[in-house]
């Protein structure tokens, strides 16, 4: 398969590893920030090629596993109510809530659908006009703008029965609470390419000066993250802290500024509560107030209810790259794919699910 | 004034199920003389009577299953419900080492449901039974009010005839024994998704949809020992794998670059997010045998059949595929179905 294969080639594969291997003098420990770049790294046994002196940290990039509990509960309410047919995307279903999940709800009689995309929930609206149509808006920079364009179509269009219940992301402020953290462990980071693709590079320019920190922007094949990891080694064996980019056949510094555009015309950056890691100021999106009518959690007055996560659930942990999925006293036990205590273990960029699913001995 | 009077039977044929197709008058009668018996008709088949008289099968051993079909889209590329209707049994009777020979059909219909909807799909099930060397002796049909069914249920069930000693089963794998399948894989899974999801993808991928009688046939006539046989349906060929490695006590080890895939299903999974391994197939089985007689198999198997990987002795049982940087990870069971990604 084109633009795949040549990126999972095992001859340059083994060729960087080992350019990688002659490069490491001392121990480093890189983050790699999303999720699907962990699952790449754990699916094709990346970490198993890497130097001995090289910590790979699974890192919170995973939209799913931070929608808060609070959240997911208030999509089940609205989903359980007659008129409402709640839109989210597959990964979103089988994560737990407070009591249940979206999946259980459905079989409870809650009108649940699979997305692919929210203009297919617009789409949605338009066809039953008698209903409520809420899409649950999760994801990083990556999705926004495909979020934000259907609300601006449907404030174009007048399509006044849709609205949103909104739990946009970003990453740069997770990888500040990260850097800032006392337990910092960090040397280095492989940014999300698919972020930068939207977003740009810009962003990290900042963070990377202010806490001396390598950032390389890193695509999802195998050839992507080895190459990725060569250029942050390289960058902490030299004492340099800057942002590179090696996603280049896609992330340009300046980002996709149409995408920017539709982003800031309907959202505006807003403190947002990160499930197990608790509020981070200016960490997320929320509508303007141009678009509030679109605001679910304003249409239909949902009032927050206050619970917790499972106490015994250490996804925050993991999240954060302090705690091996391998390492917590559930895993594969008390908390599998089928029981799952927090989201790492049933979404598919989820830390914890990588593990059970590729790794489990 | 003259009142007009109700009739419960329609004047003219109706081309939709009606609830008295399911009363057991008149019209159900019509239906099965109309639909059913043109299209099933068989020397051992009575379709007046609650049954079917079989001739004895001699020394051989009887295998028997029953499966239902619920299938959304009714129709899709590479097939339909009552194709698989008839495959999903023909091939579970395969599995057992067994020539399939007779089949039940029961219809759960729909009220409303478009009469030449039904004919099609008896039309696919009467092909798929001649494909597969089987008779549809013996029926039923019920119908159900509108928004109760999806149209159209349908359960077979399946008599077939054990003719030879092998004891064909996962309690007959041995550590060495070669494993292979008998085409690509994932075809169905993606063809159902397409047409469910409304996905416009640029090669449409037509289900793999196909009876197994005769491959299996050919294995058995040629004199393999085969050890085991397992069609891969829901779940696909982790499903499959798990199971055996489970039932067996003994462990499978394959080689991902060995797994037949086409291109179209490939990156249909790279776009979704979807693993090949889990997607189903209607078509596709697993036979595990001596190593030796790997070469031979596959010489009957035809081009598209692999050599997968072995089975080996270790504890606890698992399967293991070596990815492409020759790396091993585990196959882990499917949890539910696959949902597609975020981004």
Redesign the interface.
Known sequence: ?RF?DEY???HS??RLAEALRRSVTRDWTVMEVCG?QTHAI?????D??LPERLQLLHGPGC??CVTPVELIDKAIALAMRPEVVLCS??????VPGSRDSLMTARARGADVR?V?SPLDALRLATELPGREVVFFA???E??APTTAMAVYQARQRGVHNFSLLVSHVLVPPALEAILSSPERRVDGFLAAG?VCTIMGTAQYEPIARQHRVPIVVTGFE?LDILQGLYMVVRQLEEGRAEVENQYSRAVVPGGNRRAQEIIEEVFCVVPRSWRGIGSLPQSGLGLRPDYAAFDAERRFALEASGVQEDKECQSGLVLMGRLRPVDCPAFGTRCT??HPLGATMVS??GACAAY?????A | MELPLLCPLPAVEPTQILLTHGGGGRLMHRLIERVFAPAFASPHGETHHDGALLPPGGAARLAFTTDAYVVRPLFFPGGDIGRLAVCGTVNDLAMCGARPLYLSAAFILEEGLPLQTLEQVVGSMRQAAHEAGVEIVTGDTKVVERGRGDGLYITTAGIGLVEHGLHVAPASIRAGDAVLVSGDLGRHGVAVLAVREGLDLECPIQSDCAPLAEPVRRLLAAGLQVHCLRDLTRGGLAAALVELAEASGLSIAIDGAAVPLREEVRGACEILGLDPLQLACEGRFLCVLPEEETVRALALLGPEAAHIGRVHASTPPQVTLRGPLGAWRIVEMPSGEQLPRIC
């Not at chain 1, 754990?42 to 990346?46: A, E, K, L, Q, T």
Request: aromatic share 14%.
């Open positions: 398969m795949v999972r080639h095992e594969v083994v699907g754990v699916r094709f046994g990346i198993a090629l939209p799913v995307f597959g990964d979103m279903l089988r699979i692919y999760v994801g990083f990556t999705t698919h195998p794919p089928e598919s960029e059970y699913r590729y790794r489990r």
